[in-house]
């Protein structure tokens, strides 16, 4: 059975950091694509970052600069790392798998940006 599991999201001030981890269990990070989504209520969900197999790596115009998706095979976690946060970053950030047979989720964490 495959579980993603996110944890690290909080409270921030604007111009704070957040370090975001999925940890993966019944799928080996290594060997997917894993991407980190974030949702605000009542709108879309959006893509934030990819990882991919191949070690590339993509992140979103929004986040360019601000944001750093990796790897930690070791511990099959796949990291957010998010600095200069802004208050349009707040949302429920999600970690997703995507593969031929099946959609992975993680139940989300969410990230707060306030004053």
């Known amino acids: 059975q495959v579980q993603l599991v996110e944890s690290g999201g909080g409270s921030v001030q604007p111009g704070g950091s957040l370090t975001l981890s999925c940890t993966a269990s019944?799928?080996?990070?290594?060997?997917?694509?894993v991407a980190w989504y974030r949702q605000v209520p009542g709108k879309d969900r959006d893509l934030v970052a990819t990882?991919?197999?191949?070690?590339?790596?993509n992140v979103e115009d929004s986040v360019k600069g601000r944001f750093t998706i990796s790897r930690d095979y070791t511990r099959n976690t796949v990291y957010l790392e998010m600095s200069s946060l802004k208050s349009e970053d707040t949302a429920v950030y999600y970690c997703?798998?995507?593969?031929?047979?099946?959609?992975?989720w993680g139940k989300g964490t969410l990230v707060t940006v306030s004053l």
């Open positions: 019944g799928i080996i990070v290594s060997a997917n694509t």
């Open positions: 990882s991919n197999v191949d070690g590339r790596s």
């Open positions: 997703n798998i995507p593969r031929w047979d099946a959609q992975y």
